[in-house]
C-alpha cells in the first residue's frame, strides 16, 4: 500500500491564481481530512469528508473548496489565492470509527505552498 | 469549545527522561493521539490511548492520562538525538476529526 499521497510537494502560486492540492490514499479509508499547518499553531482542520459524496466544513474552511467523488481521493481548491494560504497543507485519512477500533488519522508528507 | 493546549519547548540532555504535556477540553473524546513530526516530513503516529485507561507504556515510551484533570502526558525513556522533534497531542472529539495543540519541540543535547 502506498498510504496517503500528496502532489505535488511545492508548490507556488501568485495570489489571485487557482489549484488544486490532489490527495489519494488506496486503505479503502472512509475518512479523509485536510488540515494546514502553520509555525505555533498547529495543525487546524480546513474540511473532512465522512464518505464519498459528504464534505463538511472544519475549523478554517474559508477560500477553500473540496469534493469527494470516490473513496480514493479528496483534492482540496483554492479558488483566488492569497497569501494568507502560505502554510504546509496535511492530507489524512481514517477508517469508521468501530466499537473498540481506533480511528487513527494516517498522514501524507505535506505540500508546501507559498502565495506571493 | 475544543481546546488542546501544550509547552512550546522542551530541552533535555541524551539519556534523560522527557516529559512532554497537554491538556484538552473536551471530555467526550474517545481517543488521545501522540504525533511526531520531524524536520520536513509529516506526521508520524506514536501512540495513543483510549479514554477509559490510566496509563499505557509502550517500549520507551508511557502515556499517562488523567481524565479528571483532562491532563495527558507522553514520557520518553533514555532520550536519544533521533527524539529530537516537534510533538502534537490531539484529541478526537468524534471520527474523522482531530484537535491538536501547537507542538512541544523537544531538543536533546548531547
Known amino acids: 500500500n502506498a498510504g496517503v499521497t500528496q502532489t505535488p510537494k511545492f508548490q507556488v502560486l501568485k495570489t489571485g491564481q487557482s489549484m488544486t492540492l490532489q490527495c489519494a490514499q488506496d486503505?479503502?479509508?472512509?475518512?479523509m481530512s485536510w488540515y494546514r499547518q502553520d509555525p505555533g499553531m498547529g495543525l487546524r482542520l480546513i474540511h473532512y469528508?465522512?464518505?464519498?459524496?459528504?464534505?463538511d466544513q472544519g475549523e478554517v474552511p474559508n477560500g477553500y473548496n473540496v469534493s469527494r467523488s470516490t473513496t480514493e481521493d479528496f483534492p482540496l481548491r483554492l479558488l483566488s489565492a492569497a497569501p494568507s494560504q502560505t502554510s504546509v497543507y496535511f492530507c489524512?485519512?481514517?477508517?469508521?470509527?468501530?466499537?473498540?477500533?481506533?480511528?487513527?488519522?494516517?498522514f501524507g508528507p505535506g505540500t508546501r505552498l507559498t502565495v506571493l | 469549545g475544543e481546546d488542546v493546549e501544550q509547552s512550546l519547548f522542551l530541552s533535555v540532555r541524551e539519556g534523560d527522561s522527557s516529559v512532554i504535556n497537554c491538556t484538552y477540553t473536551?471530555?467526550?473524546?474517545?481517543?488521545l493521539y501522540w504525533y511526531k513530526q520531524e524536520p520536513g516530513a509529516g506526521l508520524q503516529l506514536l501512540t495513543y490511548?483510549?479514554?477509559?485507561?490510566d496509563m499505557k507504556q509502550d517500549q520507551r515510551l508511557t502515556v499517562l492520562l488523567n481524565k479528571k484533570d483532562k491532563h495527558l502526558s507522553l514520557r520518553i525513556a533514555d532520550t536519544q538525538t533521533g527524539d529530537s522533534a516537534i510533538y502534537f497531542c490531539?484529541?478526537?472529539?468524534?471520527?474523522?476529526?482531530?484537535?491538536f495543540g501547537q507542538g512541544t519541540t523537544l531538543q536533546v543535547k548531547p
Open positions: 489524512a485519512s481514517s477508517y469508521s470509527s468501530l466499537a473498540g477500533e481506533t480511528d487513527t488519522q494516517y
Open positions: 486503505m479503502n479509508h472512509e475518512y
Open positions: 469528508s465522512v464518505g464519498a459524496g459528504i464534505t
Open positions: 473536551d471530555s467526550s473524546s474517545t481517543y
Open positions: 490511548i483510549f479514554s477509559n485507561m
Open positions: 490531539a484529541e478526537s472529539p468524534y471520527t474523522g476529526k482531530l484537535i
